[in-house]
Each structure stands twice: as C-alpha cells, then as structure tokens.
C-alpha cells in the first residue's frame, strides 16, 4: 500500500481537513513473461518504508528526540508590531488597534474571490471597526473581500491574459494619507510581489472618476502585469482607514524573500494604528 497526505478543501467548520488517502493495487504486478498462474502463486511482503538505509540512526538505548527550529516571525513582528490570530466564525476582533485580512483563496474561491467569506460572522465586527476608523486592510484575498463586502469600490476580475501570475512587481506610492501608506513619501517605488489569477481591478467609469478626485488611489503598478484600470493597485476609502491591495507585502518583509520593501507600508500601518491610539 502506498500512503499519501493532502491538504481537503475547508470543511464545515471551516478549518481545512487533512485526509489520508490509501492507494492499493488491485492485482499482483508480474513481469510480463510471467503467467498468470505462476503469479498467483507468488508471495510478496511489504517493504517497509522508509527503506533502513535512508532511515535516521540514533545511537543504541539513547532516548528518541523530536527536531526543533526557530519559530518564524510573523511579517507585522519584523515591522516592530505583534499580531494575534482571529478566527472567522466569531466576531471578537482582540485588543489590536489594526484589522489585516490576509490573502489565500478562502473557501476554495468558488462563486467569485471573496463572495463567500464576506458572510463570515467576523466580518460585521470589522464593519463596524472600520466605521468607527480602526485601520483595516486587506491583502490580495483579503482586497477582494472588502469589495465584496462593500468596504471599499470596485471589483476583482481575471488577470488580462488568463494567466496566473506570481512574480515580483513594482509599485508607486500615489497617496500618503491612508493607513497603510501613512507618512511614505509619494512616488516611492517599493518592490513587492504579485500571487493571484483574479487581480484585475475593475470599476465603472463615475466611480473611477471620484476615486481619483478623492485620492483614494493608494498604489499603481509601474508595468501594471494583469491589465488593472488605470494601473491601480490598491485603493483606500474616502476616510483612508480601509485600504485593499493585491500585492502581498509581507511576502516582500526579509531580504532572504528578495526584498524588504514590504516592511514600508507594514511600518506605516502600525504608525497609523499607534496614531489612533
């Protein structure tokens, strides 16, 4: 028998289910100059896996030890901040002076990019944060919830191409008064990578219009990779507290990653935060 693992799709209780999968033969494997006959008559036992010689020795009687590693830093750590988990069926948001809503396909993207997990009962609690000015931002996935919801204009269609793109891109800073760009010198350009199909941003012409009246644009793309109206990256509202972007910039938070530039707008986002405070 052959044993695999995979990551299930979310299950009801929206935490993502691990399924163990056993894939048999369903008939001995004879060479093929080999009868049948004699094949049924053949024995065979199990290799164990995996073989002894790739096995890790420990020294005779020495007590087993289970490996250790460094825990990893969170992107917002890097940046100076701490960061709490909160999950997504109920609707206490903690103690923390910003709300980030993170990227990563919620609920397999079926029905459309953040259709679904803009029901999710957290997601009043961060209506109302939003509505009484806490900073809220939302990342890639997290972008296409908060227009889902409403926080924020527009909308998120297929990449120009029909591709699914995931590299590094070039951003412009266009405005400093919102949250996550608080006190960043406009026309900055910050390296900071791309991981979606569905990052087109869209919007109606009238509502474009008052967008860019309103300096809601909060970053463009230089080379504009997946055909966004006018360019745009990121969009904050009026009050400039909710802001959406599809670039990941904690994915851009160590130089090991290949740029730092991310820590830029993670540092502003906790200005504005500690501002508000």
């Known amino acids: 028998a ?23 033969a369903s008939a001995p494997i004879r060479p093929r100059n080999m009868s049948a006959s004699s094949a049924a008559t053949t024995t065979t036992r199990a290799s164990p896996w995996p073989p002894r010689c790739l096995r890790k020795q420990r020294p005779r009687g020495a007590a087993p030890t289970r490996p250790t590693r460094p825990r990893r830093r969170a992107p917002v750590e ?70 889902e919801a409403g926080l924020l204009p527009g909308a998120l269609q297929k990449n120009a191409g029909l591709s699914f793109l995931c590299q590094e891109t070039t951003l412009r800073v266009e405005t400093n008064r919102a949250s996550l760009t608080s006190g960043v010198t406009v026309g900055m350009e910050l390296r900071i990578p791309i991981n979606h199909f569905e990052g087109n941003y869209t919007v109606e012409p009238d509502t474009l219009a008052e967008i860019l009246a309103n300096d809601q644009v909060v970053v463009r793309y230089v080379d504009n990779p997946n055909g966004s109206i006018d360019s745009i990256a990121g969009v904050c509202t009026t009050a400039g507290n909710v802001v959406g972007l599809m670039p990941h910039p904690e994915r851009a938070s160590d130089a090991l990653l290949g740029s730092a530039d991310g820590l830029v707008l993670l540092r502003a986002l906790l200005s504005a935060s500690a501002a508000r405070r």
């Open 2 to 24: 052959i044993s695999a693992w995979r990551a299930g799709a979310p299950s009801a209780s929206g935490v993502a289910c691990v399924s163990r999968i056993s894939l048999r």
């Open 78 to 147: 890097r940046a100076g901040g701490s960061a709490e988990w909160v999950w997504r069926a109920g609707t206490w948001l903690g103690q923390s002076g910003a709300i980030v809503i993170a990227g990563g396909f919620a609920h397999g993207d079926y029905l459309r990019p953040g259709a679904i997990a803009r029901f999710s009962p957290v997601m009043e609690s961060v209506t109302k944060a939003a509505a009484d000015g806490m900073p809220v931002v939302g990342v890639c996935n997290g972008f296409q919830v908060l227009t």
